[in-house]
């Protein structure tokens, strides 16, 4: 049963391996770049894993200095997507009411640098010396709270936590922010920034991550045969979510509607996949939408290049939506973006249905023998997108799909 | 150290910490109200204080310097 009431995208913000904006990194999909390359660090060098994709445009280039000191690396990126969502949805001159603006807005792993980098104050200088901006910039709501300030949200300052699913079950939520009528605009999104040694050692001893560290641009290949794990890459993506009525009063530019959601968790293994709880979000999506699995034309998925998820995920599209739908897997341009790949994702998706192009799964040279469904490999495909899946799978088991359809 | 070159330090670490323009700082100026110093900036404006002046400035005393004419009447006398 789809809600009464529509919920439209009016306003897209990001800052990724490959751009400092929402344009120059669509541009870069659909051109099909990789974001990553080597780390050059001294403290990668003892590391297994010695590949990521760092941001394109550090934010050192974006924010004042003085601004950027008291904020995590994951807030201020959120800062810098969210303010480009809000310029791009025009709202900077509306006069939105700030008790019916609302911010959800999350990160799967939260301030681990400035964590990491105050415990060495405190190890090697002493207690007075640790920043007293540590405990703001390593708090997990840090980078929606950050966003609110900046931009006077009053309706409520929401960050969820779902490891890989965050930036997409933010948007969820703020979906249902707007349809419980607890507010007119939303701005949601996912965001993170965690290349440091713990968390990559981290996830390296899990086995999770490609140590194809000879050949960055090749390393994350959702579905092809050389698969060996995520490569985790750093990025922050935001998205304007209004009330259609709002939007039309206004006269905004809508990109997509985000025509439902589905969330489910597997209560199976804290990492590994299933097939039910995937296929499960994204029936509860379609229904959600009052869609079936026909109308689906593109996924674009949560596959991030490891050797079990990739397949997991093709079996749960062909049982939810169909073998039909065009399948693409941005990871393998952008890396794992983490907390913020929902959110930077659902871009992806919105642009394509908006635009009808899939942008391509790079590197899918020497394809899986069970991957039955069509892929955009090697490059963008150009086709009529009425509506999308995205999805986005995090550790502890969730599952968030999203549908955007054509305005 | 003169009060002229107390000001003059203090007034790089408000660059630094806060933001705030060496040229707007005078001794008549509060910390809060005037340079906009909020609570958390102003621990850390203490702590590099001390450590540039080579002073101790108590927890407890830090309230009681509301203006940078405060604070370097404090570090001159602690110094």
Redesign the interface.
């Given at each position: 049963m789809a809600s009464p009431v529509d919920v439209v995208v009016t306003g897209l913000g990001a800052t990724t391996p490959l751009g400092g904006d929402v344009a120059s990194t669509w541009d870069a999909m659909l051109a099909g770049r990789s974001g990553v390359s080597a780390l050059t660090e001294d403290w990668a060098e003892p590391l297994p894993v010695r590949i990521a994709a760092q941001l394109a445009v550090d934010p050192a280039e974006v924010l004042?200095?003085?601004k950027l000191?008291?904020m995590d690396r994951a807030e201020a990126i959120a800062v810098i997507a969210a303010r480009e969502a809000w310029r791009d949805a025009g709202l900077a001159d509306a006069g939105l009411d700030p008790e019916r603006l609302a911010v959800s807005i999350g990160t799967g792993i939260g301030g681990a640098i400035t964590l990491l980098k105050q415990d060495d104050i405190l190890e090697s200088s002493g207690p007075?010396?640790v920043?007293?901006?540590t405990v703001?910039m390593l708090m997990p709501n840090g980078p929606a709270a950050c966003v609110g300030l900046e931009l006077g949200a009053k309706a409520g300052v929401h960050s969820v936590a779902s490891a890989c699913a965050t930036g997409a079950e933010a948007i969820a939520l703020g979906l249902d922010l707007i349809r419980s009528g607890r507010a007119d605009v939303v701005v949601a999104g996912g965001t993170e920034s965690v290349i440091a040694p713990l968390p990559i050692a981290g996830f390296a001893a899990m086995r999770a991550m490609s140590t194809r560290n000879d050949e960055p641009q090749r390393a994350s290949r959702p579905w092809d045969k050389g698969r060996d794990g995520f490569v985790l890459g750093e990025g922050a993506g935001v998205v304007v979510l209004e009330r259609a009525d709002h939007a039309a009063a206004r006269g905004a530019r809508v990109y997509a509607r985000l025509a439902g959601a589905g969330i489910t968790s597997d209560a199976y293994d804290m990492v590994q996949p299933h097939v039910d709880g995937q296929t499960r979000a994204m029936r509860r999506a379609l229904a959600d939408a009052g869609l079936s699995g026909q109308d689906i034309a593109h996924v674009n998925t949560h596959a991030t290049s490891t050797p079990t998820g990739d397949m997991v995920e093709v079996a749960s599209v062909r049982a939810a939506v169909g073998t039909h739908p065009v399948l693409t897997a941005t990871k393998s341009m952008t890396g794992h973006l983490l907390g913020a790949a929902g959110a930077v994702e659902s871009i992806a998706t919105i642009l394509a249905v908006r635009d009808g192009v899939v942008p391509p799964t790079i590197n899918l040279d020497d394809p899986d023998d069970e991957l039955d469904l069509p892929v955009a490999a090697h490059t963008a495909r150009r086709m009529e997108i009425p509506a999308a899946l995205n999805n986005a799978f995090g550790f502890g088991g969730h599952n968030v799909a999203l549908v955007f359809t054509r305005a | 150290m003169t009060r002229e070159e107390i000001m003059s330090g203090l007034a790089e670490i408000l660059e630094e910490?806060?933001?705030v323009n060496p040229d707007d700082v005078a001794e008549d100026k509060s910390f809060t109200e005037d340079l906009d110093v909020d609570s958390?900036?102003m621990?850390?404006v203490v702590?590099a204080a001390e450590e540039k002046f080579g002073v101790k400035i108590p927890d407890d005393e830090v309230q009681n310097l509301k203006t940078v004419g405060d604070a370097i009447s404090y570090i001159e006398k602690a110094g």
């Open positions: 004042d200095r003085v000191r008291r007075r010396r920043s007293p901006h703001p | 910490v806060a933001g958390l900036s621990v850390e702590v």
